[in-house]
């Protein structure tokens, strides 16, 4: 990251976060063989300078490195099968991002960074009541792209559910640097979201996305039918680079967005 990019950063964190938040970074450090079966690691680097940097520019963020070979053991113990991984931990509140933060998506991760370091969710009242009221576990995995705002939207608003209620388990997947997981998850539309294995294609709004899990929880799996339900259909970083001319190339992984700064 450039003088200019962390400068933002700092003046984001410094006027933002006054909690303590830690971050576990997963990688796989030992080049592998390719496997058709598997994902390269196309981020591991990107995620393991910028997470540095990130952590360098305020008191309140600690950083620890962890090797899915070294660390194998661990690794079965946190359920990490893919990297890169980035762990949020902040209030008793644990955050799991799979993939790179990149493009679109920076801005809604260091906001889920402060959200979980101050341990201050923000959210509609009824929306609060509804989620503080959820007694059964949820497990949620929502699937998002750098490409497109609508994910940023479905990030901030799960992370603000997970910091609030201990029940809510949030993995958050960015897709376009994992085609073959993509395949095998039969992701066609992002952003999506696996809810207790009730899959939902799609954005929907704070109020709507709880009183999803509201049913969810209470065991009614009818899930909500929007037929303008926004939402994209998924691309895979090498596609989405391939389709551009070269005037509209899009952006580097490097090419942060940083927030207020367009």
Known sequence: MDNQIKQGIFNHLSQSLAGQVSLDVWLQNKEKIARIDQDECLHCKDVKEVSKEISNLHPGISLTYYDLEKHADRAIDADIQVHPTTILRGNARTIKF???????????????????????PVMDEKSKKIISAIDKNINIDLFVSPFENLSTNQMIILANFAVLSKKIQLTIYEMSEF?????????????????????????LEEKELAEQLEKIASGNTEIIVKLDSPSMPYISEQDAKKMQSPAQQ????GKLIIPGRD
Do not use: H, Q
């Not at 990149?102 to 101050?118: E, M, R, S, Y």
């Not at 539309?189 to 207790?196: S, T, V, Y």
């Open 98 to 120: 799979i993939g790179f933060w990149w493009g679109a998506l920076f801005p809604a991760f260091l906001d889920l960074l402060v959200t979980i370091g101050n341990g201050i």
């Open 179 to 203: 085609p073959i997981l993509a395949n095998k998850k039969n992701i066609s539309k992002l952003p999506a979201m696996d809810i207790n294995n009730n899959r939902i294609d799609g954005s």
């Open 250 to 253: 899009v952006a580097e992984p």
